[in-house]
């Protein structure tokens, strides 16, 4: 979803991992997937599937990051040059997919495949590893402060009703302050009719931002 202004408040990304094998010409490429929320996340599955299979001739993997897909990092891990990562990253990009990585192990088979035959059997087996993984759309909230006094209490809880705002916390003092998780594209609405309602008697913080 998206406002009036382009806020992007949503992404795509897997629910957990899938694993698919293809075999070509006697060479066995296993692709596997799984979410990833940074580079070290990414690192840590990549390097657990290097022990596992240790016997390995080739590990080639890529990775996007960022609720806007703004990074990534592939390698063709000895492979020829654009033939094991860049595939790869291309079937995740194709499906507008974040957070996550995908690698795609290879064990020789003894038959050269040529740079044509590496890049479909390496795309193959990471598009057979996210054809089966369970897709999720992620919604990113902004946590917000509402703070009120006890007379503003209805306009104040009609106001948050309006939106998409889980609420998170209730506080009780002299004053009322309640914690709600905005959609971040509805974050701005929020705070102009939470105003707007309680005629600017209310305060309004915006904390953070959530997933």
């Known amino acids: 979803m998206a406002d009036d202004n ?8 897997l629910r957990g991992e899938s694993r698919c094998e293809i075999t070509v010409k006697a060479s066995r490429f296993i692709g ?3 979410p990833a929320e940074s580079v070290e996340e990414a690192t840590e599955y990549l390097e657990a599937i290097r022990k596992r299979e240790y016997n390995a001739s080739h590990h080639c993997f890529a990775y996007r990051l960022g609720h806007q ?16 990562g860049p595939p790869i990253l291309r079937h995740i990009d194709g499906r507008e997919l974040t957070n996550l990585i995908v690698v795609v192990t290879r064990y020789y088979g003894g038959t050269n495949l040529g740079t044509g035959g590496l890049i479909r059997a390496y795309g193959d087996a990471a598009a057979g590893a996210l054809d089966v993984a369970r897709v999720v759309t992620k919604i990113l909230r902004e946590r917000v402060s509402l703070t009120f006094q ?62």
């Open 6 to 13: 382009g806020v992007v408040d949503t992404y795509r990304t």
């Open 32 to 34: 596997e997937a799984a």
């Open 69 to 84: 897909a703004e990074d990534f990092r592939y390698s063709d891990d000895g492979e020829p040059n654009g033939t094991g």
């Open 150 to 211: 006890y007379d503003d209490t209805s306009p104040a809880m009609h106001t948050i009703g309006q939106f998409d705002a889980p609420i998170r916390d209730t506080r009780y003092t002299e004053e009322t302050e309640i914690i709600v998780d905005v959609r971040r594209a509805e974050a701005d609405a929020l705070e102009a009719t939470f105003t707007s309602a309680l005629a600017g008697r209310g305060v309004v913080r915006r904390l953070d931002i959530k997933s």
